[in-house]
């Protein structure tokens, strides 16, 4: 039976909670399919910072390199507000996007329906709604060039960032998103601000050409801040999103409403050899160390890096079972607790899944 190297990279805040049940899960898949994942840490974040003084240890995009699939926590807190910029806990996860060639970002936003009521939004807007955005992951503001401040003798100062994207950067985004689109509804909606931007007119031209190759799949093209209205206001025209990088960070935040909290929301971040896998929610400072915060987004992160990096589809699927049968049992954690329900722990809820993924087998 085959072996699996997974990177494990907690990071900081509640990713130290959450990745400890991803990785229970996935033993419980090894046990039912006989495959052996082999899980090998590596420290990026704050964690890093405090161990090494930088925010990708040394060795981290090695390990990442030598492994099947990285299975990611979240990086980022209070602690670390006020080291210098390029040295933040956020820039070891920008520096694993860029250097794993991590160009595409899927961040499926899927509206459970015994949930419909987690969501401060009115069930009949949220009910149905299964979307899929897809963020270019290295390219536009967040690592154009030139960036940077210049500081002015009178005390004033000029900062800069560069969004810009090449057709070639444009073109497999696009690609990704046809395809992904395809194994779907056959939506596709590029987000852009073709308005404004000179970028977003060579992402539409590209995007529009390479969608030439998909008579399948209906494009149609949306303005970022209609996009971001259009998604709390009717939320089910959407199937498959695609859009660059800043517009679908933001984006993909304002999804995760849909499916009641951030602790649901899984991601794969995919286009170079290893692919890296990680919930959305980030570090949660403010319910770090308590023990309950919601294990889902890991969970199905796992589902997700078996169902894209190692081919295990139907693995994949029973891991996606568990978790909603464990839903439909009623077993809530807190973030989506209703009021007076007595919510579930992180290794409580956990248990419940891993317990229903042995059961799969
Ligand atoms: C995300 C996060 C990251 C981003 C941060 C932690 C750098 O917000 O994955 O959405 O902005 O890409
Ligand atoms: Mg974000």
New binding site residues.
Partial sequence: MATYRIAVLPGDGIGQEVIPEAIRVLEAVGKGTGAAFEFERGLVGGAAIDATGAPLAPGTLELCRASHAILFG???GPKWDDVPHEQRP?RG??AIRKELDLYANLRPAKCFPMLVDASPLKRQVVEGTDLMVIRELTGGL?FGEPRGVERFADGGARAINTMAYTSREVERIARIGFEVARKRRRRLTSVDKVNVLVVSQLWREVVTRVGREYPDVTLDHMLVDNCAMALVHRPTQFDTIVTENTFG?IL??EAAILAGSMGMLP?ASLGGAVGLF?P?H?TAPDIAGKGIANPIAAILSAAMLLRYSLNMTKDADRVDQAVLRVLEGGHRTADIAAAGARPRGTREMGDLIVREVERQY
Avoid: K, N, R
Wanted: aromatic share 8%.
């Fill in positions: 979240a990086v980022g956020e996860l920008l967040y960070d993909s935040d991601s990680e959305v980030g």
